[in-house]
Nanobody, 123 residues
Framework: QVQLVESGGGLVQAGGSLRLSCAASARTFGSYAMGWFRQAPGKEREFVAATSWKDINTYYADSVKGRFTISRDNAKNTVYLQMNSLKPEDTAVYYC????????????????WGQGTQVTVSS
C-alpha cells in the first residue's frame, strides 16, 4: 500500500508560479512511476505530467508543455510539479498518482492516489 500526500496548492494570480509536492510512503518509491493529474469542476480528470521511476523519461500534456516541470527526489520519496506562467484555465484540484513500473498518461493506469490539492489561478 502506498500513501500519497500532496501539498503546495493555493491561490495565485495569472502569470504566477506554484510548486506542488507529493510525499509518498512507499519503501520502494524509486520503483514507482509518478504522475500528476487535475480535475476542474464539471470536467473529467486529465493528465498533466508524469515521470518514470528513474526520472529519465518525462511526459507532459500539450496544455502545460513548456510551463510545467515534473521532477522527483527518490531519496526524499517526493515528486514535484513546478508550475510557471499559470493561467486561469489551470484552476483545478491537482492529484498525485503512483504505479509500480511502467509510466502511464491515463488515470486508470495508476493504482494509488493522493487526496488532491486545490490550485486557483485568478485573472
Amino acid at each position: 500500500q502506498v500513501q500519497l500526500v500532496e501539498s503546495g496548492g493555493g491561490l495565485v494570480q495569472a502569470g504566477g508560479s506554484l510548486r506542488l509536492s507529493c510525499a509518498a510512503s512507499a519503501r520502494t518509491f524509486g520503483s514507482y512511476a509518478m504522475g500528476w493529474f487535475r480535475q476542474a469542476p464539471g470536467k473529467e480528470r486529465e493528465f498533466v505530467a508524469a515521470t518514470s521511476w528513474k526520472d529519465i523519461n518525462t511526459y507532459y500534456a500539450d496544455s502545460v508543455k513548456g510551463r510545467f516541470t515534473i521532477s522527483r527526489d527518490n531519496a526524499k520519496n517526493t515528486v514535484y510539479l513546478q508550475m510557471n506562467s499559470l493561467k486561469p484555465e489551470d484552476t483545478a484540484v491537482y492529484y498525485c498518482a503512483a504505479v509500480q513500473g511502467r509510466v502511464g498518461v491515463r488515470p486508470h493506469e495508476y493504482d494509488y492516489w493522493g487526496q488532491g490539492t486545490q490550485v486557483t489561478v485568478s485573472s
